[in-house]
C-alpha cells in the first residue's frame, strides 16, 4: 500500500515531540505523587497506626461522570479524522460539561463529609482522602483550560471550508487532541484507582 513519504516523515517527526516528552514526564510525576501518597497511607493501616476510610458513595459517582467524559473525547477523536465538524465541536462541549459536573459533584462530596464529622482531626485516615482527592481535583483544573481552548479554536476555525481543510489536515493540531485524551483518560483511571484503593484497604484492614 502506497505511503505519502511527507505524511510519514511527519509521523517520525511528531514521535519525538517536546509536547510528548513534556506530557509523560508530567504523567509519570503524577504517577509518583499519587503513589507516594497510598504508599504511605497503606504502611500506616498495615501497621495499625490509623484506621480505614469509605469514600463516601457520591466519589462512585463522579467515576461515571469522569467515564463519560473519557467516552466522549474519544468520539471527538472520531469525528477530527473523520471531518465531522458538528460532532467534533459537540463532543468535546459534552466532555467540559462532564468535567464541571464531576467539579460541582466532588465538591458536593467534600461539604457531605465534614458536615458528617468526617474531618481529618477525628480521623486521620480522612486527611488522606482529602489531600488525594483535592491533588486529583487540581489536576483536573488544570486540564480545563486546554480543553476549553480546543473548543474556542474549533469555534473560531469551523467557519469557513478552507479553515476546516487546514484544521482537520494540521498534524500538530492532531497530536494535541492526542495528548489532550491521554492525559483525560490518565485522570479517569486515577480517580477509578484511588476510590478502588480506598475501599480495598478496607477490605484488607478486616482481614488484619
Known amino acids: 500500500m502506497y505511503r505519502d513519504p511527507y505524511n510519514t516523515e511527519t509521523e517520525q517527526l511528531f514521535r519525538l515531540h517536546p509536547y510528548k516528552i513534556f506530557m509523560y514526564l508530567l504523567l509519570g510525576s503524577l504517577c509518583a505523587l499519587f503513589f507516594g501518597v497510598s504508599a504511605a497511607y497503606m504502611y500506616q493501616v498495615l501497621n495499625n497506626q490509623i484506621e480505614t476510610i469509605t469514600p463516601p458513595t457520591i466519589f462512585l459517582l463522579n467515576s461515571l461522570l469522569l467515564l463519560g467524559g473519557s467516552w466522549f473525547i474519544i468520539r471527538a477523536n472520531k469525528a477530527y479524522q473523520n471531518d465531522d465538524t458538528q460532532a467534533y465541536t459537540r463532543s468535546l462541549i459534552a466532555?467540559?460539561?462532564?468535567?464541571?459536573?464531576?467539579?460541582?459533584?466532588?465538591?458536593?462530596?467534600?461539604?457531605?463529609?465534614?458536615?458528617?464529622?468526617?474531618?481529618?482531626?477525628?480521623?486521620?485516615?480522612?486527611?488522606?482522602?482529602?489531600?488525594?482527592?483535592?491533588?486529583?481535583?487540581?489536576?483536573?483544573?488544570?486540564?480545563?483550560?486546554?480543553?476549553?481552548?480546543?473548543?474556542?479554536?474549533?469555534?473560531?476555525?469551523?467557519?469557513?471550508?478552507?479553515?476546516?481543510?487546514?484544521?482537520?489536515?494540521?498534524?500538530?493540531?492532531?497530536?494535541?487532541?492526542?495528548?489532550?485524551?491521554?492525559?483525560?483518560?490518565?485522570?479517569?483511571?486515577?480517580?477509578?484507582?484511588?476510590?478502588?484503593?480506598?475501599?480495598?484497604?478496607?477490605?484488607?484492614?478486616?482481614?488484619?
Not at 462532564?98 to 463529609?113: C, D, H, K, N, S
Not at 458528617?116 to 486540564?143: E, K, Q, W
Not at 479554536?153 to 494535541?176: G, I, N, Q, T
Open 95 to 208: 466532555t467540559l460539561l462532564l468535567t464541571i459536573l464531576f467539579m460541582i459533584a466532588q465538591t458536593a462530596g467534600w461539604v457531605y463529609m465534614v458536615n458528617n464529622g468526617m474531618l481529618a482531626s477525628r480521623n486521620p485516615s480522612t486527611g488522606y482522602l482529602y489531600v488525594i482527592s483535592s491533588l486529583h481535583f487540581m489536576h483536573v483544573i488544570g486540564g480545563i483550560p486546554f480543553l476549553a481552548l480546543f473548543i474556542h479554536v474549533a469555534y473560531k476555525r469551523m467557519k469557513e471550508p478552507v479553515s476546516v481543510l487546514v484544521y482537520f489536515s494540521d498534524p500538530e493540531k492532531r497530536l494535541k487532541l492526542k495528548l489532550l485524551t491521554i492525559y483525560w483518560h490518565f485522570l479517569d483511571a486515577l480517580w477509578i484507582y484511588l476510590v478502588v484503593f480506598f475501599m480495598l484497604m478496607k477490605v484488607v484492614k478486616m482481614f488484619l
